[in-house]
């Protein structure tokens, strides 16, 4: 089962999963497109509600859930309803639901890079975590609830806590930060460029394609792991794709890169992931970002 299969990681994950002999049940709001196969079932309801929620973990057993859904926050974006009460009370009941009618069900949970409380300098699993916003505070107490029930559990409780750095792709929803400077370069917004560039954002940055990858050797995995970090290990300057797509793509936009700010961020260590999943990184976020650029020049 998969919640929030319509956006962004969910459609490339589905893709991908198309030749597989499993049966997929995805969860999500609404779906524009619906890929007609007997073995996937599309499932449109608010994850608020326990009790349509209930009725399919009453009528098929579900061996595999990967949690996706959340309201995420976009950039500067923080918000108490949003992004703590209603994320934590959603997956809580999911948890509690999915345990219920199946103690040995495999759950992995996406969590962020925002739950370290070390903002420059390579982060690990280890990492402290440190509730900066309601956003991280959300995504914390549902690492340390997955705890306490795997302790009460034993070794029937299978969960995996995977840890996802900023990756983006065609898919990505347009209120997010590397459409919007796309759409600005297209549109040549200069004034909204000039404020990003003085930002100089620094960020661990991953072509969606290779994350999604990850997390699909990890359903499958056949290993016990409880934490663990996707990433692409080397950070991004922001700067630096607002120069490749414009030098690229041969636009003529005059843009201010002097008296930017100093600035840093934390790079995910993905040692353990190559290692214990054999996952190897194929592709960057300058090959996605181009893609997303001509999807959006289609339509321009």
Same mark, same amino acid.
């Given at each position: ?6 956006? *962004? ?21 609404? +779906? ?5 196969? @007997? ?26 859930? $990967?949690? $996706?859904?959340?309201n #995420?926050? !976009?950039?500067?974006?923080? #918000?108490?309803?949003?992004?703590? $009460?209603?994320?934590?009370n959603?997956?809580k009941?999911?948890?509690?639901? &999915? ?6 069900? @495999?759950?992995?949970?996406?969590? !962020? /890079?925002r739950? +370290? ?14 509730? &900066?916003?309601?956003? /991280? ?9 997955? !705890? ?10 299978? +969960? ?8 983006? !792709? ?16 297209? %549109? ?5 460029? #000039? ?11 991953s072509?969606?394609?290779?994350i ?18 996707? &990433?692409s290990?080397? %950070? ?10 414009? &030098? ?16 840093s ?9 190559? @290692?214990?999943?054999?996952? @190897? ?8 970002? *181009? ?10």
């Amino acid at each position: 089962m998969i919640t929030g299969a319509n956006g *962004q990681d969910g459609k490339i994950i589905i893709n991908k999963l198309l030749k597989k002999r499993i049966n997929l049940f995805l969860i999500a709001k609404r +779906f524009k497109n619906k890929i007609q196969k @007997k073995s996937i079932q599309y499932l449109e309801f608010n994850l608020n509600n326990k009790n349509k929620l209930e009725k399919l973990f009453k009528k098929y057993k579900i061996n595999i859930i $990967l949690h $996706l859904a959340s309201n #995420n926050p !976009s950039f500067g974006q923080n #918000n108490f309803k949003k992004h703590y $009460l209603e994320n934590t009370n959603i997956t809580k009941n999911l948890i509690t639901l &999915s345990i219920k009618y199946n103690q040995k069900i @495999k759950f992995i949970s996406c969590s !962020s /890079s925002r739950i +370290f409380k070390k903002k420059t300098g390579v982060v690990n699993e280890d990492s402290r975590l440190y509730i &900066s916003d309601f956003y /991280s505070k959300f995504r914390i107490e549902i690492y340390n609830y997955l !705890s306490q029930i795997k302790i009460k559990n034993d070794k029937k409780f299978n +969960f995996t806590n995977v840890i996802l750095f900023n990756h983006d !792709s065609i898919y990505r929803n347009k209120r997010f930060l590397l459409p919007r400077i796309i759409d600005a370069i297209l %549109k040549k917004k200069k004034n909204f460029l #000039n404020k990003i560039i003085r930002e100089n954002i620094v960020m661990d940055y991953s072509h969606a394609d290779d994350i999604c990858d990850g997390l699909i050797k990890i359903i499958f995995t056949k290993k016990n792991i409880k934490n663990i970090i996707l &990433s692409s290990g080397k %950070k991004t300057h922001i700067n630096d794709i607002i120069k490749f797509l414009i &030098s690229k793509n041969k636009i003529n936009l005059n843009l201010n890169f002097k008296n930017i700010k100093k600035n840093s961020s934390i790079i995910g260590n993905n040692k353990f992931a190559k @290692k214990k999943l054999n996952w @190897k990184i194929k592709k960057n976020i300058f090959l996605a970002s *181009q893609e997303l650029l001509t999807t959006k020049l289609l339509n321009f």
